[in-house]
């Protein structure tokens, strides 16, 4: 096998290596046989395009082509011309499919199901990477920046995978990237010849190179690991990232029914709390005719981190007819039966189900998955609650408040779970809630003179201009000011409830709505609302309303409680006088003029649809990709063109010196400025046409020059070519104020080239590669940052890239108008023979 096909397959087999840290993150994990089978075609569209050979763009172009071609028979086959050829149809419905996977990713927790949408993320993902590491290691022959993208792939699965397997995925890419440079080593190495090799083998008089590939592989495996030991030791780290949001939500589970995530449904509240139009978003139908208590809980928040409230990741089974007795109710707990019919508003769209808490059951159509700990319907597949019509059967639990105070303590693991409170919590919350419930006798007792402190005794005052505030310090803020709306008042309480032993959560969803004239209930958006749930054995998660003017207080907080405070508030029901209202009203507790002047707002987050905007056409999507890769890219043109000259020349000048001469002569007239035909490697020197040999040393020399050369222009000193080599060297030492040593080395290339253009027997000396990069350190050690930033970002040599372009356009301009002219004068020739 070749050295450039060795080092294709080592390209497939890296991407291939680094991509398996993307298995853990879909169930089932068949993508990858597919992308493997389709990244080995786009490899061998690659090798058989260099072995044409093609220019290195039109190489990588015909596997991007390819690529696509094959990313079309694969997901679009019905809307491509021929099945293949993509067209507007095609990438409108890649645009869909994108979009179906993000929103997936956005909603499962690992492992995701393999949706088409998801497993065109992955597979085109590993393509696209693919291409880049085949491009830099196998087309460009630079295997060390294809490390690139290997760890951008595997960063993205890192930064979402659950950490378990992390040293395994990471072990198995890094093995991938150093087979890559080792077998980029091996072929460098089997061009260089005998001057890398070691000592003669005994028992023969030939020489290896095995010495440096033996150094090379153990270079490797320190390094790896070094990189294996290193994230073991107790050093800092820096926690959270980019990705860290996604991985908020529910479920981690291991059943048959997966898991499910979903974004955190108290991000966006400061957008929803003072909307202009309180627009609708549910009507009911039940059959209780006392609505106070007939709360739509959508997501309960049971994770508190000292920062947020959020869902905990937890498993989700397939809806079940019957819905199982909520946890901790017990049977001489009074009930009653209630049944709800709902129908979202068009422009509704919400993952979760809003339902009267708890529900034992559920009738809906559509694709919706069972949380059975926090007892909520999730949407699968895309299902949101758009235009949705359900009917729930739920209990209204009436608790007394001698059952409440009388509960026995919870279970330990339960109150292991819900009693969790960080280290960061400023020390004032507990000290608080110490002294509101100073004498209590129980859990009940205190939790209503929490409520009661919260909604009347404080001093605390409804305001939705308040910020919602972040950090270990809003809820400490929140007890200062004493200002704030309903996600303060249920963070804190039931953050202080949990610093007392009283397990609790937040629920987040809608207040009791206002009743119509025709029966119905209307909930609008500005009815969404937030409120604490304390857990007591018997009774279960049971709601409680520190919120002042909003909602209605249980009636198991109010007069019968001993020691209570709160007033009776007025109690929402139906009315046969009530006049037809064309607009949502507020919740029962709240005024219409209320309303209007205050917001009396809930803070969730709704999504308020896309019915009136459509997304914009693929087209439009394709065209500001394509400005902002540009954008990126072309700043950094002159410094990629630089780099990717100057190791050209100095690796040319360096095969030159061991004499194999890899590298043939571009352009003889233009001085071998850059050397792109292949001379064979197996050739020795004593097999070589002295004449071949004498090019290559003429052009690989000068090639040096013109390096040293523009490696001073960029540092400011700009070159001369009416000098000699050696004034044009001594005028770059005068100038660049190098010492000695640099300027021996200048010196020393200067008279090389002198010898290759003047000498009867032209011949390539060693080390010019090294004078020269020598002198680019001294120029950068004498040189402000700003100099050497210019150098390396923006070349002024690299006003080559530009002449080169136009002696090319010149010289293809004069081949066209010499074959036109032979083609002008065949007929006449033609005619007079």
Same mark, same amino acid.
């Given at each position: ?38 990244? #080995? ?75 088409? #949408? ?5 597979? #085109? ?106 994230? !073991? ?153 758009? #235009? ?368 290759? !253009? ?53 010289? !293809? ?21």
């Amino acid at each position: 096998m070749s050295g450039r096909a060795r080092l294709t397959l080592c390209a497939w087999a890296a991407t291939l290596m680094a991509s398996c840290a993307l298995l853990p993150l879909v169930d089932p994990a068949t993508w990858i046989l597919q992308a493997a089978a389709l990244l #080995g075609i786009q490899s061998g569209v690659g090798a058989l395009t260099r072995r044409v050979p093609l220019a290195r763009p039109l190489t990588v172009a015909a596997q991007t082509v390819v690529t696509l071609m094959l990313l079309t028979l694969t997901f679009a086959r019905e809307q491509a011309f021929a099945g293949l050829i993509p067209g507007p149809e095609a990438f409108g419905h890649f645009a869909d499919l994108l979009q179906q996977g993000t929103d997936d990713v956005a909603r499962y927790a690992i492992p995701a199901p393999l949706s088409d #949408g998801i497993r065109l993320m992955l597979i #085109g993902g590993v393509l696209v990477i693919g291409l880049m590491v085949d491009t830099l290691a196998v087309t460009f022959r630079s295997a060390a920046p294809a490390g690139l993208p290997l760890l951008a792939l595997y960063s993205v699965a890192a930064g979402l995978a659950d950490g378990a397997a992390d040293w395994l995925w990471f072990l198995v890419a890094s093995a991938g990237y150093l087979m890559l440079l080792l077998a980029e080593g091996r072929e460098r190495l089997s061009q260089w010849g005998r001057v890398f090799g070691g000592a003669a083998r005994s028992g023969g008089g030939g020489s290896s190179p095995v010495a440096p590939v033996r150094t090379g592989r153990r270079i490797g495996a320190v390094a790896l690991g070094v990189a294996l030991v290193v994230p !073991l030791l107790p050093l800092p780290a820096i926690e959270g990232g980019l990705l860290d949001s996604a991985r908020t939500g529910v479920g981690v589970g291991t059943g048959g029914g997966g898991t499910i995530s979903a974004v955190n449904p108290l991000v966006s509240l400061r957008d929803s709390l003072n909307v202009d139009e309180d627009r609708q978003v549910l009507s009911l139908r039940t059959s209780t005719s006392d609505i106070s208590s007939l709360y739509l809980r959508i997501v309960s928040l049971d994770d508190f981190d000292g920062t947020t409230w959020k869902p905990s990741k937890r498993h989700i089974v397939a809806l079940p007819d019957e819905l199982p007795t909520p946890p901790g109710l017990g049977p001489d707990v009074r009930r009653s039966e209630v049944r709800t019919r709902v129908s979202a508003a068009d422009w509704y769209a919400q993952d979760w189900l809003p339902m009267p808490y708890p529900p034992s059951g559920v009738k809906i159509k559509g694709n919706w998955r069972y949380e059975p700990v926090g007892m909520t319907l999730v949407g699968d597949h895309g299902q949101k609650t758009r #235009g949705a019509t359900y009917e729930v059967t739920s209990l209204d639990v009436e608790p007394t408040a001698q059952q409440l105070e009388d509960a026995p303590a919870p279970p330990g693991s339960l109150k292991d779970q819900y009693t969790k409170v960080p280290d960061s919590l400023p020390a004032v919350v507990s000290r608080t809630a110490r002294q509101v419930t100073k004498g209590s006798a129980s859990d009940y007792e205190r939790a209503v003179k929490l409520q009661d402190y919260f909604a009347v005794t404080g001093g605390f005052t409804y305001d939705t201009e308040v910020e919602v505030g972040t950090g270990p310090d809003a809820i400490a803020r929140f007890l200062r000011d004493k200002q704030g709306f309903c996600v303060h008042f249920s963070f804190a309480m039931a953050a202080m409830a949990r610093t007392l032993g009283i397990p609790a959560r937040v629920a987040v969803g809608f207040a009791p709505g206002s009743p119509q004239a025709d029966g119905s209930v209307s909930v609008g958006l500005k009815d969404a609302h937030a409120w604490p749930e304390l857990y007591f054995e018997g009774v279960g998660w049971t709601r409680f309303e520190p919120t002042p003017n909003r909602g209605t207080t249980p009636p198991y907080t109010l007069p019968d409680t001993p020691g209570s405070t709160l007033p009776d508030l007025p109690q929402a029901s139906r009315s046969a006088d009530a006049a037809p209202s064309t607009a949502p009203s507020a919740s029962t507790s709240c005024s219409a003029e209320q309303k209007k002047v205050e917001g009396c707002s809930g803070a969730l987050p709704l999504d308020p649809g896309q019915t009136d905007e459509a997304s914009p056409p693929w087209y439009k999507i394709l065209w500001w990709t394509l400005l902002g890769v540009a954008a990126v890219v072309l700043p950094l043109l002159p410094m990629l063109w630089r780099f990717r000259r100057r190791s050209v020349r100095l690796a040319s000048a360096q095969h030159t010196a061991s004499a194999t001469g890899p590298s043939g002569v571009r352009d003889k007239e233009r001085g071998g400025e850059e050397y792109t035909g292949e001379i064979s490697v197996d050739a020795v020197p004593g097999e070589m046409p002295s004449r071949q040999v004498t090019e290559v040393a003429v052009g690989h020399v000068l090639a040096v020059w013109r390096e040293l050369t523009d490696t001073a222009w960029d540092y400011g000193v700009a070159p001369d070519d009416a000098l000699t080599p050696r004034k044009a060297a001594a005028r770059i030492v005068r100038l660049g104020e190098l010492d000695e040593p640099t300027a021996a080395s200048v010196h020393r290339v200067a008279g090389a080239v002198e010898q290759v !253009l003047f000498a009867p027997q032209p011949r390539a000396e060693a080390g010019l590669a090294d004078d020269v990069r020598g002198l680019r350190v001294a120029l950068r050690s004498r040189a402000d940052w700003t100099t050497r930033l210019r150098a390396v970002v923006a070349p002024r040599s690299a006003v080559r890239a530009v002449w080169d372009l136009s002696d090319r356009w010149t010289s !293809l301009k004069a081949r066209w108008a010499t074959r036109r002219a032979n083609l002008l004068r065949r007929p006449s020739g033609q005619q007079s023979g």
